[in-house]
């Protein structure tokens, strides 16, 4: 079987590309440096380097197969991937192994397969990277719990599919594929097999009242929470201060004063566990 490989040895566990090209090749993998051959195209990384392997595989009709090796790995607790390197490989290299048809989302023509997300989000992972290494996941709710005590509501307004969702300030604004982010944060209601996304914003209110937004967070709630609104739609417009700053897949962008968000519905297969 002949595959592309994208290795990302910045990410959090530092993988090594030539140990990662080595254990593919004796599954018998034949790795091309060109993707026109491949028969699927395998991430090894973190979150931020999943979306252009999904682009990539959907644009050349091969499956995608993840080697999470990321500080959160959230799109791998998403969908069930494997944490242990030697079974996501095994799974990677799998000729047979099933696959899941899932949506691949873009905020302004950029990629993105778990949730891109303006306010909190981004102050949140900033304040995150000095801690990553150390703390791991952690990272993330400690990076939280930062931006909650110093950030200040955005002014946001937002549409869905051309219809008016929210108008005001707002402590967070998130639209999301999978809705998994920040090392164990989740919005349960997205599903990246359904086509759409879903706006979530958590209206402006007082800093007391941080901390059961992020316990809803931490259990996939947000979203039954009475004051946060959520919609659901294939087209989301943001509109934020201009180089407003967004933490796309744990990247941070700036991005306004209109965002775009859109969806392409089953875009690439996913390889999944049996």
């Not at 060109?34 to 499956?63: K, N, S």
Request: glycine fraction near 10%; charged fraction near 20%.
């Amino acid at each position: 079987m002949r595959a592309f490989l994208i290795c990302n040895p910045a990410a959090g566990s530092a993988p090594d590309v030539q140990g990662m090209t080595d254990r593919l090749r004796a599954f018998g993998v034949e790795l091309t440096e060109d993707a026109a051959p491949a028969e699927r195209v395998i991430v090894v990384g973190g979150d931020g380097t999943i979306a252009p392997g999904a682009e990539l595989a959907a644009r050349r009709g091969v499956p995608l197969a993840v080697v999470p090796a990321g500080t959160a790995n959230d799109f791998a607790r998403a969908h069930g991937l494997p944490e242990d390197i030697d079974e996501a490989i095994a799974l990677a290299a799998d000729p047979g192994a099933p696959t899941r048809r899932l949506e691949l989302a873009e905020m302004d023509g950029r990629p993105f397969v778990n949730v891109a997300g303006a306010g909190l989000a981004p102050a949140a992972a900033e304040r995150a990277k000095p801690f990553k290494r150390a703390l791991g996941p952690t990272a993330y709710a400690a990076g939280a719990v930062m931006a909650g005590a110093s950030e200040d509501p955005i002014a946001v307004t937002a549409t869905v599919d051309g219809q008016p969702a929210f108008a005001g300030h707002a402590w967070q604004v998130t639209v999301a594929s999978t809705g998994a982010f920040g090392g164990g944060a989740e919005i349960d209601d997205a599903d990246p097999a359904d086509g759409r996304l879903d706006l979530v914003v958590v209206p402006e209110s007082s800093r007391a009242a941080l901390p059961k937004v992020a316990l809803a967070m931490r259990r996939g709630t947000l979203t039954r929470l009475e004051e946060v609104v959520h919609r659901r739609g294939t087209e989301v417009l943001v509109h934020v201060p201009g180089q407003t700053p967004f933490n796309v897949d744990g990247e941070i962008v700036e991005a306004g004063p209109t965002v775009r968000f859109t969806v392409r519905p089953g875009a690439f297969a996913l390889l999944v566990p049996t």
